[in-house]
């Protein structure tokens, strides 16, 4: 019962974020109308998924382009960090596979599929500020 509580707080202080996201990332803006739009555990947990896809989908972009713009004295370390930053993720997604293994239920495979695309969410957004700071 205390997780179903604590799922319901996750899920409504994500949608707030979201929601205060919409202004600074489209990814954010159109994962905020989804879950407007949707109703229900398993139709919002779909929100996030697509939202965790385009997350992944931004940081590859991202990280392509910044290999092109950040200074060539910087960019062994800049690969370094994204080499670091995929075992932390694949390390971090394992831990959350293991936390959830065996619950059942919607609220827990929404949980789960929100953590996830947290993980890639913050990555995203580090990328996007680089990204903002060695643009043309």
């Not at 555990?41 to 950040?70: F, G, H, M, Q, V």
Request: charged share 25%; with cysteine; hydrophobic share 40%.
């Amino acid at each position: 019962m205390d997780k179903i509580i604590l799922l319901t707080v996750l899920l409504a202080g994500l949608s707030a974020s979201a929601g205060a996201q919409d202004a600074r990332n489209p990814i954010d803006t159109t994962m905020n109308k989804c879950l407007i739009e949707k109703q229900g555990t398993l139709p919002r947990a779909e929100c996030y998924s697509l939202a965790s896809t385009a997350w992944d989908n931004e940081i590859t972009t991202k990280y392509s382009a910044l290999e092109k713009l950040i200074p060539a004295t910087l960019l062994t370390s800049f690969r370094a960090s994204q080499l670091t930053w995929l075992r932390y993720r694949d390390a971090q997604l394992g831990f959350l596979d293991k936390k959830e293994a065996g619950q059942r239920g919607s609220g827990h495979i929404a949980g789960r599929i929100i953590e996830r695309m947290e993980v890639v969410r913050q990555r995203a957004l580090v990328l996007n500020e680089l990204y903002d700071a060695y643009k043309p």
